[in-house]
């Protein structure tokens, strides 16, 4: 799977350029991360194709460099504006997504004439995906060990080689002169993207005109879905109402059950309210299962992401999720996940309430 993934990226970059993507507003405390020691570092020099590359914030301020654990590190937003790609970031989900067709000018600004080579704290940021046209894209090093995007400053940065699988280009590093090279194969929160994802208000519905890329809101998701069924909200259960981003285009993912466990499923346009998928469970399940639990409770995301992680011999620092789902399947709560850690991949499904792992699967990621 990820191996289609990033064959995808190298077809739809191609040989456009690149170096750094850098993106910013992220209070650390918003999310769990490893702060370390790191250097910014003005004398580093990028090259791409031959060509000497300088970095601008949306702001028109100079970007240098970051070198950690040997390992250099270039901004993110920088990086879309060379690949011509419009960069967006949706603090719900933590993604930031490359895609578009870029129409402005690359940023330019003043220079840092006074640069200064520095130690400051760094971020290391597991959490934040990474996409290309909402395709989540997976950075592996030399060891195939994965690569995380960190935060500094405001702004996201991706280690070299992973910039270099995203704009299609290999990656070099001349440590006696300093300079780091892209050559052609074939030839958190954030202040500094293009746009920001507007988080709907899951109880009021945005005062948006359809079509003006507003979104329309879960609750107005949930009353189009209703309504596309015949029913009223006090006639169903519901398990879920989420944004999500699918096949380029942002949508809400509507799910509900009634008392005669019917399952309604559906795919809403966040910004036009269109149905784009309908699907309905006709037959009658079991009631959902009672707690079996001591607490009569659901274990919750963070118990089941533990058995999981037991189950695969893996620490949390090991690893990254990708989906953690609370579903309902077969008459029954259960929480489905999937994560990545070195060269495996892994899907496990476990019962919501036991605890019970269901179903696992691991898979080396084919490189």
Not at 101 to 109: E, F, H
Not at 201 to 211: L, R, Y
Request: glycine share 6%; proline share 3%.
């Amino acid at each position: 799977m990820y191996q289609k993934m990033r064959k995808q990226v190298r077809q739809l970059v191609g040989s456009l350029l690149c170096a750094a993507l850098l993106i910013g507003l992220l209070p650390s405390q918003v999310f769990a991360a490893e702060t370390v020691n790191a250097s910014i570092s003005p004398d580093i020099s990028v090259m791409v194709d031959g060509a000497a590359w300088t970095f601008f914030s949306a702001s028109g301020t100079q970007i240098h460099p970051i070198l950690y654990n040997n390992t250099v590190y270039l901004p993110l937003r920088a990086v879309s504006e060379l690949m011509s790609k419009n960069l967006y970031w949706d603090q719900a989900t933590l993604t930031y997504n490359l895609s578009g067709t870029r129409t402005t000018a690359v940023t330019t600004g003043i220079l840092d004439l006074n640069p200064i080579q520095q130690t400051v704290q760094i971020q290391i940021c597991p959490e934040f995906i990474i996409a290309l046209d909402g395709v989540a894209c997976t950075f592996l090093d030399e060891q195939s060990n994965l690569l995380y995007p960190v935060f500094y400053n405001g702004a996201t940065y991706l280690p070299l080689r992973a910039v270099g699988q995203l704009i299609g280009k290999t990656a070099t590093w001349d440590e006696k002169t300093r300079a780091a090279s892209f050559i052609s194969v074939n030839g958190i929160f954030i202040t500094d993207a293009d746009s920001f994802a507007q988080t709907p208000d899951k109880t009021q519905v945005p005062s948006a005109q359809s079509g003006n890329g507003t979104y329309i809101g879960a609750e107005k998701a949930r009353n189009i879905a209703l309504n596309h069924a015949g029913l009223t909200a006090a006639q169903v259960h519901f398990i879920k109402s989420k944004l999500d981003y699918d096949d380029g285009c942002w949508e809400y993912e509507v799910e509900f059950y009634t008392d005669t466990y019917q399952e309604y499923d559906y795919d809403i346009d966040a910004v036009t309210g269109t149905i784009l998928k309908f699907d309905q469970d006709v037959e009658n399940w079991t009631a959902p299962a009672q707690n079996q639990n001591t607490n009569n409770t659901q274990i919750g995301e963070e118990k089941a992401k533990s058995i999981a992680l037991s189950r695969a011999g893996l620490s949390s620092n090991q690893t990254r999720f990708t989906k953690v789902k609370l579903d309902y399947d077969d008459g029954r709560w259960e929480y489905e996940l999937e994560f990545i850690g070195g060269v495996m991949e892994y899907e496990v499904t476990i019962d919501a309430y036991s605890g019970t792992i269901l179903d696992y699967e691991a898979e080396a990621i084919d490189n």
